[in-house]
């Protein structure tokens, strides 16, 4: 029996898992794909929000400040990148001033530090490159960007390394309710709960309508991307965000934390959970929509698009807390944005309900550090000579357009939580996410998977399941 | 680590520098080169048709690579493998790495940068679609079945009609795969003709034009590609669109100069080439720093390659001795149909012998002629039965020309209709 049953591993899963791996919790996370991180959590903005956005008496407007605060501390405990670059909401028309005022009562409604509205001039002088259209805009100096996935895998290791177990190719495909808990079945096991999460992200509606009356719907709401080059990561240094107006929402430009440049996202309601397909009329959208913010927007540099699925409930807000109608049944449910920034907070939210229930005994063993990934690019001379020295993989780069070598990839294979697909390597290093997006480095690192993980050759995938890169040996089919 | 010349590179652009520099005299040089072997990608190219120019015979790309690591090992010219030159600073200090050695420090008196290119992803065309498995590039498709014994995949379509993709459409049929279509955006390929003929023609693989991939289909694995014609804007048109199921997608859409390195160090680089902008002598807006081969600019013909490279070479040994004067130069004018040259500029004062300038065409042009004009003067007019963008095309200026036109400021190449 399982104290804690957490289904997903996306950041919102992983975070619960961490917050409560400070507690002697003999727990579990089950996730249906191949890794972590593989939802939700790897296709968004990846912007820490500073909190003008949502409505004060919403849990989104909430959390979110107060959340994004949390971040300093985290990203120096877990060892992820994390930038405070701040976040400029631009203003194109004099008219829609009282609605830039507007964002910013709610924003210190909300409890948002430091908020400035500044003139189109201020912009410039802030970001040469801010079209001059703008002619006003909100400064949030707490605006922040993530490695998205590295959050959400450092959240997990910790969690892991802290006694959280973690099962993947888990899809859980039905919960019944029993006297003292649940009964969850997965294809290949069934195992009992006391408590049962559900962070499930586009899918927390199946499972809570699984156990509980109060039926939820989620409706995948998409938003398409596209990311360019570093060579022009430097166009802006802040995130660049629209003031909605009556065309809509706007979407931003905006650095990543790795120095790309990143556009999007529109949004469209689709029916399809799984669809993360990216369109034309889509990515002609948002870049339409991207020139208005800024002088000139490098078309030619797109590396690569993507799209991601916002949990979108008919509550339009986070649902978080035990079902009404079934105890020990938690939701982490419709978790769209800022779910990302919001997710460490809510791993406390739920941690605390848990410890509220089953009043568990510290876990003393718990250390709250992970050591990341040494990356050989972001070292000194002096330190390259020193690591190459102690580990001679690291002299040898296998992704050349992001200097990731041997080491880092080995690393990564093989630490807690380790990689067994390309894109988890991808992920956890960044090898094959440049400038030639893996063109040189897929069989180099398709040979070190299958030496480290004696995977065969032909077994090895993308993303798990079916995503298989070879189909076989030459002449075979002859 | 001292060194007169530090070459950047170990395919055949670095190899044939590097041969020319020593046999000129320069014995302190060193190539560097990350992969385990030299040859550069003539590696992986196990069909033949390399040399005809060079050779007069048909190699493989690794036979041809070979003539010239025979070369270098005959005139003990030293190398170092599995060592990736991450960094080069304004005083020619190169930064490289290898797992036995650690971080090197090497300071260079001039550098030949060799780096090749790399192929153009996905990303680069914004194809929408999912991102499922069975998209790669044709080169690491290449690689796969050329070096590794293993296919990427059984019904293969290719986009682009670049040589890797043609040659790439003939190797999958060889080994076993079906490859339903060559799918081109432009009217016309860019690949060579022959390869045309050798790689599509020859075993019916239809080449469509005009057309492009407008959708990916599949979750996990590829299942198929909505291909479509596209107008005279390139834009696809909606009626025309088809299904072809299929579980490979090769992209073979452009080669794109590795100039990551160049850029570090601040030399020019050319926004049509993305090679660096050089002189006759192949040196770049940086002193003492020579580009060559397809970092310079992407070659369809290894045997070109080598014969700038060994220029450059040679042009890097005498900038060592104190023979490249510097003097003004002549800027080479591409208008009219004629996309760039390389060179980019002419420095007449150390003009020996005539000067090469390799240009391509931007359309493909019948009965036309490439027309050179010294300023407002028409010096040469060489008539062509046809040009395409697809083929590299060369002009010879003879060396009197430059004292028969003394003071010219421009050198102009057009394409003229006849
Ligand atoms: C376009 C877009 C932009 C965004 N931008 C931002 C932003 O800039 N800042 C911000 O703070 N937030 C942003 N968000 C929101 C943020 O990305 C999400 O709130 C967050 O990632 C949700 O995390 P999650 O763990 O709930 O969901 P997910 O990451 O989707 O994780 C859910 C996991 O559950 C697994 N799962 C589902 N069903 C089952 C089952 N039956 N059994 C086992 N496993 C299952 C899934 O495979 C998945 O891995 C954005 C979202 C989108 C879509
Ligand atoms: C797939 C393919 C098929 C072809 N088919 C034909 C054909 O049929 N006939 C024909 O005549 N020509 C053909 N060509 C053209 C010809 O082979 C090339 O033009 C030629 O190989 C280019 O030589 P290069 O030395 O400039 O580049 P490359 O051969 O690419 O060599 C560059 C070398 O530099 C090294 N390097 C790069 N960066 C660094 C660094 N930072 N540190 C250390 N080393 C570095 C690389 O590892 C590589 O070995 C083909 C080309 C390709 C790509």
């Given at each position: 029996m399982y104290d804690v049953v957490i289904v997903g591993a996306g950041v919102v899963g992983c975070a619960i898992a961490r917050e409560i791996s400070r507690y002697k919790l003999k727990s579990?996370?089950?996730?249906?794909?191949?890794?972590?991180?593989?939802?939700?959590?790897?296709?968004?903005?990846?912007?820490?929000?500073?909190?003008?956005?949502?409505?004060?008496?919403?849990?989104?407007?909430?959390?979110?400040?107060?959340?994004?605060?949390?971040?300093?501390?985290?990203?120096?405990?877990?060892?992820?990148?994390?930038?405070?670059?701040?976040?400029?909401?631009?203003?194109?028309?004099?008219?829609?001033?009282?609605?830039?005022?507007?964002?910013?009562?709610?924003?210190?409604?909300?409890?948002?530090?430091?908020?400035?509205?500044?003139?189109?001039?201020?912009?410039?002088?802030?970001?040469?490159?801010?079209?001059?259209?703008?002619?006003?805009?909100?400064?949030?100096?707490?605006?922040?960007?993530?490695?998205?996935?590295?959050?959400?895998?450092?959240?997990?290791?910790?969690?892991?390394?802290?006694?959280?177990?973690?099962?993947?190719?888990?899809?859980?495909?039905?919960?019944?309710?029993?006297?003292?808990?649940?009964?969850?079945?997965?294809?290949?096991?069934?195992?009992?709960?006391?408590?049962?999460?559900?962070?499930?992200?586009?899918?927390?509606?199946?499972?809570?309508?699984?156990?509980?009356?109060?039926?939820?719907?989620?409706?995948?709401?998409?938003?398409?991307?596209?990311?360019?080059?570093?060579?022009?990561?430097?166009?802006?240094?802040?995130?660049?965000?629209?003031?909605?107006?009556?065309?809509?929402?706007?979407?931003?430009?905006?650095?990543?934390?790795?120095?790309?440049?990143?556009?999007?996202?529109?949004?469209?309601?689709?029916?399809?959970?799984?669809?993360?397909?990216?369109?034309?009329?889509?990515?002609?959208?948002?870049?339409?929509?991207?020139?208005?913010?800024?002088?000139?927007?490098?078309?030619?540099?797109?590396?690569?698009?993507?799209?991601?699925?916002?949990?979108?409930?008919?509550?339009?807000?986070?649902?978080?807390?035990?079902?009404?109608?079934?105890?020990?049944?938690?939701?982490?449910?419709?978790?769209?944005?800022?779910?990302?920034?919001?997710?460490?907070?809510?791993?406390?939210?739920?941690?605390?309900?848990?410890?509220?229930?089953?009043?568990?005994?510290?876990?003393?063993?718990?250390?709250?550090?992970?050591?990341?990934?040494?990356?050989?690019?972001?070292?000194?001379?002096?330190?390259?000579?020193?690591?190459?020295?102690?580990?001679?993989?690291?002299?040898?780069?296998?992704?050349r357009c992001e200097s990731v070598t041997e080491g880092e990839i080995l690393d990564a294979i093989n630490r807690p939580l380790g990689a067994k697909d390309l894109d988890g390597i991808k992920r956890r290093t960044r090898a094959g996410a440049g400038r030639c997006q893996s063109g040189f480095c897929i069989s180099r690192t398709m040979e070190l998977l299958h030496s480290e993980l004696n995977i065969p050759p032909t077994e090895i995938t993308k993303f798990g399941k079916a995503s298989k890169i070879l189909v076989g040996t030459n002449k075979e089919s002859i | 680590m001292n060194y007169d010349l530090v070459i950047i590179g170990g395919g055949p652009a670095g190899l044939a520098a590097a041969v020319a520099a020593k046999e000129e005299g320069i014995d302190n040089l060193i190539i560097l080169e990350r992969e385990e072997e030299l040859g550069g990608i003539l590696n992986q190219c196990i069909h033949n048709g390399f040399g005809l120019h060079t050779f007069k015979e048909e190699l493989t790309g690794p036979e041809y690579a070979q003539r010239f690591i025979d070369k270098v090992n005959e005139l003990s010219i030293e190398y170092k493998l599995d060592t990736m030159v991450l960094d080069i600073t304004e005083d020619k200090t190169i930064y490289a790495i290898n797992p036995k050695e650690g971080l090197l420090e090497i300071h260079a008196k001039a550098i030949i940068l060799a780096m090749g290119c790399r192929e153009r992803p996905r990303g680069a065309l914004t194809i929408p679609g999912t991102r499922c498995s069975g998209i790669m590039t044709a080169g690491a498709a290449q690689k796969f079945v050329n070096m590794k014994n293993y296919m990427p995949g059984k019904e293969v379509v290719v986009l682009g009609s670049g040589d890797i993709g043609l040659i790439m459409a003939r190797r999958m049929t060889f080994e076993g795969a079906k490859v339903k279509a060559v799918v081109e955006l432009l009217p016309y390929s860019s690949g060579l003709k022959r390869n045309i003929v050798q790689c599509l023609d020859d075993y019916n693989i239809p080449l469509k034009l005009s057309h492009t991939v407008v959708n990916i289909h599949g979750k996990e694995r590829l299942e198929g590609v909505t291909i479509a014609k596209v107008d005279g804007n390139r834009k696809p048109i909606k009626e025309t669109e088809e299904y072809i199921p299929c579980d490979t997608l090769l992209l073979s859409v452009g080669l794109i100069p590795e100039n990551e390195l160049s850029r570090k160090v601040g030399v020019e680089l050319s926004p049509v080439t993305g090679g660096a902008v050089v002189d006759n002598h192949f040196q770049t807006s940086v002193e003492g720093i020579f580009s060559c081969g397809n970092v310079l600019h992407v070659h369809d013909l290894v045997d070109n390659v080598t014969l700038e490279s060994y220029s450059a070479g040679k042009n890097a040994s005498k900038y060592l001795k104190g023979q490249l004067r510097k003097g003004e130069t002549i800027k080479l004018k591409a208008t009219d149909g004629v996309r760039y040259t390389v060179p980019h500029f002419i420095n007449p004062s150390t003009i020996e012998k005539d000067i090469t300038v390799r240009f391509r065409v931007g359309d493909v042009f019948k009965g036309a002629a490439i027309a050179v004009y010294f300023d407002d003067t028409k010096v040469l007019n060489k008539k062509k039965r046809i040009l395409a963008p697809g083929e590299m095309e060369e002009v010879k200026l003879a060396s009197d020309l430059f004292s028969q036109y003394p003071g010219v400021k421009t050198i102009t190449l057009k394409v003229e209709r006849s």
């Open positions: 579990i996370v089950l996730e249906k794909e191949n890794d972590v991180c593989c939802g939700t959590s790897k296709a968004n903005s990846a912007i820490v929000h500073a909190g003008h956005d949502a409505l004060p008496e919403t849990l989104k407007g909430k959390l979110n400040a107060k959340a994004n605060l949390m971040f300093d501390k985290l990203a120096e405990d877990l060892d992820f990148h994390f930038r405070r670059n701040g976040s400029l909401v631009l203003c194109f028309d004099e008219k829609d001033m009282d609605k830039l005022y507007e964002l910013k009562a709610r924003g210190e409604k909300n409890g948002v530090p430091e908020l400035q509205i500044i003139s189109g001039d201020e912009v410039r002088k802030m970001e040469p490159n801010v079209s001059d259209q703008v002619v006003a805009a909100l400064y949030a100096p707490t605006g922040g960007i993530v490695c998205p996935f590295n959050l959400t895998i450092a959240l997990a290791e910790n969690a892991h390394v802290n006694g959280v177990e973690f099962n993947f190719n888990s899809e859980v495909i039905n919960i019944k309710k029993l006297e003292d808990g649940f009964e969850v079945k997965t294809k290949d096991k069934t195992i009992r709960t006391k408590i049962l999460v559900n962070a499930a992200g586009v899918y927390g509606d199946k499972l809570n309508n699984m156990v509980s009356k109060h039926k939820f719907t989620i409706t995948p709401r998409k938003g398409e991307y596209n990311l360019f080059d570093k060579y022009v990561g430097n166009l802006t240094d802040k995130t660049l965000f629209q003031l909605p107006t009556k065309l809509g929402k706007g979407v931003l430009v905006t650095p990543t934390i790795d120095g790309n440049l990143l556009v999007g996202p529109n949004a469209v309601d689709i029916e399809d959970k799984e669809d993360v397909s990216t369109t034309r009329e889509g990515l002609d959208d948002i870049m339409e929509k991207a020139s208005l913010s800024v002088k000139f927007l490098p078309k030619g540099n797109i590396i690569t698009s993507f799209s991601g699925l916002r949990a979108r409930s008919e509550k339009d807000d986070f649902i978080i807390g035990e079902a009404p109608d079934v105890p020990g049944f938690i939701n982490a449910s419709s978790i769209e944005s800022p779910g990302l920034t919001c997710a460490p907070l809510i791993g406390v939210i739920v941690s605390d309900i848990i410890k509220e229930k089953l009043n568990p005994k510290l876990n003393e063993n718990f250390n709250p550090k992970r050591k990341g990934i040494t990356r050989f690019n972001d070292l000194s001379l002096e330190e390259k000579k020193k690591i190459i020295k102690e580990r001679p993989e690291y002299g040898r780069i296998v992704c | -």
